[in-house]
T-cell receptor, first 113, second 116 residues
Framework: RKEVEQDPGPFNVPEGATVAFNCTYS??????FFWYRQDCRKEPKLLMSVYSSGNEDGRFTAQLNRASQYISLLIRDSKLSDSATYLCVVNLRYGGSQGNLIFGKGTKLSVKP | EAGVTQFPSHSVIEKGQTVTLRCDPI?????LYWYRRVMGKEIKFLLHFVKESKQDESGMPNNRFLAERTGGTYSTLKVQPAELEDSGVYFCASSPRTGKGINEQFFGPGTRLTVL
């Protein structure tokens, strides 16, 4: 079983749509959780950290369910510039700067005009 | 502020040859990580330096891979001899050393290695 599993997509949505991505992780000892964004042939960049209470950053909302070992990302009012691959990432240590990150394969999003 | 830089951006070598990848972390970042993405797979951790010391090298695939970070600044990752399955994108990341809070690992643009 993979450590972090995601639906690879692609998700093809029109501009303005709401889209949700899900991710599950296998290690219940995971301490910190992130969504990274990766544009084609570019490096991963942190989109947002994910907290147990849920958190929002503009059009992006992330949720964590530790009991189900499940992480989600909701994007509202999709923009063309949101087209990218979204990587679900966990860390067995608290904090993203310490310890190795464990990546999912990513979910590809394509936003069409 | 300059980001993480990696050199070269691309490398094409033949099986059995040696390749050395270089990573320059963000100035002042004690933590330096190497990751690799093989085609069709997820990004996987290779190893972690804190300053010049190897903190965790559990992800290194075999002894053909040698990483160094002399002086605790830039790092090199040498593959010798290269095999076909070593092809992929090698990412370097760095982060500051901190005892608390959630901090980001900043990734470099990667080195795309092709072994023929």
């Amino acid at each position: 079983r993979k450590e972090v599993e995601q639906d690879p997509g692609p998700f093809n949505v029109p501009e303005g749509a709401t889209v949700a991505f899900n991710c599950t992780y296998s290690n219940s000892a995971s301490q910190s959780f992130f969504w990274y964004r990766q544009d084609c042939r570019k490096e991963p960049k942190l989109l947002m950290s994910v907290y147990s209470s849920g958190n929002e950053d503009g059009r992006f909302t992330a949720q964590l369910n530790r009991a189900s070992q499940y992480i989600s990302l909701l994007i509202r009012d999709s923009k063309l510039s949101d087209s990218a691959t979204y990587l679900c990432v966990v860390n067995l240590r608290y904090g993203g700067s310490q310890g190795n990150l464990i990546f999912g394969k990513g979910t590809k999003l394509s936003v069409k005009p | 502020e300059a980001g993480v830089t990696q050199f070269p951006s691309h490398s094409v070598i033949e099986k059995g040859q040696t390749v050395t990848l270089r990573c320059d972390p963000i100035s002042g970042h004690d933590n330096l990580y190497w990751y690799r993405r093989v085609m069709g797979k997820e990004i996987k951790f290779l190893l972690h330096f804190v300053k010049e010391s190897k903190q965790d090298e559990s992800g290194m695939p075999n002894n053909r891979f040698l990483a160094e970070r002399t002086g605790g600044t830039y790092s090199t990752l040498k593959v010798q001899p290269a095999e076909l399955e070593d092809s992929g994108v090698y990412f370097c990341a760095s982060s500051p050393r901190t005892g608390k809070g959630i901090n980001e690992q900043f990734f470099g643009p990667g080195t795309r290695l092709t072994v023929l």
